[in-house]
């Protein structure tokens, strides 16, 4: 879905149609009308086994090292990156934030915090600093998984720069105003990257596709389900009816190495 024309590649591919034939099924045979159009052919996409299928998508960076790590480390979850030697624990550090993810703590300038979300989901702070803390927590222990688009024409809509710097620096000056200037000179040092990989699907969130987050393996009836999404978001992006972006979410515990890195283009 990363363009109209790749949704169309996409779609001849994945039913084995050439455009003539694409054309006369969707538009005359089926009067344009999805339901009546996955109804006719979803028979020939029943062999289709989902692990020889790859989603392909990209996440949205400021890098200071023009993409060396991700490179050589690949994509990785947000708390291996602030519990491990990166770029952004690294600078996190000489700036006096330190976090210790096993026991949920946030310590800055030698001062101790409690980022624990489940704590945090259970009350509510409308004061300083737990109305900071709490996005805080959320970020690190339950939306901490690698994120990207399936599809975005303007990552600069957006609305949080995520292109200039991490998002999650947005949420710690938020706590700790003095760290603004670290954020900023982040922005100001760092370039813009589209970093594109592709995923297998069980390394995808199933909510991604509209399911209920398992550990069990996909019955049928989900394998249907999630042919059928595809199909259904590629036909509106191959007619540019898709408007916004579409997001792609990988399982927390996964990352994405080095070898399903594709590329880094600037932006």
Known sequence: MRTPDRAYDFL?????????????????????????????????VNNINMDTIRIWGFHVIGSLDECGEIHSQGLKNLQKVLSGD????????????FFDVE???????????????????NNDYSMSPEKYLKPIAHRVYYDYC????????????YGTN?????????KLSAAFPDLKKMEEEWAKRSKGYKVNFYATIDQIHRFNFDLNDTQEELTDEEIVHIKRWMVSRAIDRANNNLISEVFLYI???IDIPPEQITSCEEI
């Not at 001849?12 to 996955?38: A, D, R, V």
């Not at 990166?86 to 934030?97: E, H, I, P, Y």
């Not at 026991?103 to 409690?114: A, D, H, I, P, Q």
């Not at 995520?162 to 947005?170: A, D, G, S, V, W």
């Open 146 to 157: 690698v994120n990207g688009f399936m599809m975005n024409d303007d990552i600069f809509s």
């Open 251 to 253: 399982k927390d515990e």
């Open 12 to 44: 001849l591919t994945f039913f084995n149609m050439s455009g003539e034939e694409y054309i006369e099924e969707l538009i005359i045979n089926s009067n344009n009308e999805f339901e009546k159009f996955w109804d006719r052919n979803a028979a020939k």
């Open 162 to 170: 995520i292109h200039e710097r991490p998002e999650f620096l947005m």
């Open 86 to 97: 990166t770029l952004l624990s690294r600078m996190l550090k000489s700036n006096g934030v």
């Open 103 to 121: 026991r949920r703590l946030l310590f800055y300038k030698g001062k101790e915090y409690n980022v624990d979300y489940d704590w945090y989901r």
